[in-house]
T-cell receptor, first 109, second 116 residues
Framework: GQNIDQPTEMTATEGAIVQINCTYQTSGFNGLFWYQQHAGEAPTFLSYNVLDGLEEKGRFSSFLSRSKGYSYLLLKELQMKDSASYLCAVMDSNYQLIWGAGTKLIIKP | GAVVSQHPSWVICKSGTSVKIECRSLDFQATTMFWYRQFPKQSLMLMATSNEGSKATYEQGVEKDKFLINHASLTLSTLTVTSAHPEDSSFYIC????????????FGDGTRLSIL
């Protein structure tokens, strides 16, 4: 079957760095996406990786290793507004998105 | 950037009413649109995949006669919740995928549906 695993909840301190991991097993692979979802709102797109390596976008970076079925989202200089759920999703061979359950990130002052 | 418009944002109505939700891709063509439902503190649940010009593909356990989907053009899909009941109250979110390869899904702002 298809499976996406990510931690349920993480806590970090304002100004610090946090890494959210995601491992996956899917039927085919056409890229991995990270989305941010604030409570009561729809998800917003953060990043997309289809090749191995690190993609940097401001305070957020995303890493992919296809051979290991592994990705992480790195958030630097954490701000209170970064408190949200972070969703990992893999596009399978049918171009369908397989979603992880999301990681709730709590930022403390 | 890509924009997906979803209307209405909020709906409060009586039990037995049918409710239509619209999802539009504003600056790209979407051959495929997706309808999700999310209950409080739970994950996104894919309800159905809507393909332009063909019948929608429903996920297991989703009643196709209850949740009618129409994808009549490359920029518009609609979800109609027929004869809605309180248990249908939820946050409904659409997303659209750009027809070009390797593009992410972009989400609408969601519709919060409350059935009294």
């Amino acid at each position: 079957g298809q499976n996406i695993d990510q931690p349920t909840e993480m806590t970090a301190t304002e100004g610090a760095i946090v890494q959210i991991n995601c491992t996956y097993q899917t039927s085919g692979f056409n890229g991995l996406f990270w989305y941010q979802q604030h409570a009561g709102e729809a998800p917003t797109f953060l990043s997309y990786n289809v090749l191995d390596g690190l993609e940097e976008k401001g305070r957020f970076s995303s890493f992919l290793s296809r051979s290991k079925g592994y990705s992480y989202l790195l958030l630097k200089e954490l701000q209170m507004k970064d408190s949200a759920s972070y969703l990992c999703a893999v596009m399978d061979s049918n171009y369908q998105l397989i979603w992880g359950a999301g990681t709730k990130l709590i930022i403390k002052p | 950037g890509a924009v997906v418009s979803q209307h209405p944002s909020w709906v409060i109505c009586k039990s037995g009413t049918s409710v239509k939700i619209e999802c539009r891709s504003l600056d790209f063509q979407a051959t495929t649109m997706f309808w999700y439902r999310q209950f409080p503190k739970q994950s996104l649940m894919l309800m159905a995949t809507s393909n332009e010009g063909s019948k929608a593909t429903y996920e297991q356990g989703v009643e196709k006669d209850k949740f009618l989907i129409n994808h009549a053009s490359l920029t518009l899909s609609t979800l109609t919740v027929t004869s809605a009941h309180p248990e249908d109250s939820s946050f409904y979110i659409c997303s659209a995928r750009d027809r070009r390869e390797y593009q992410p899904q972009h989400f609408g702002d969601g519709t919060r549906l409350s059935i009294l």
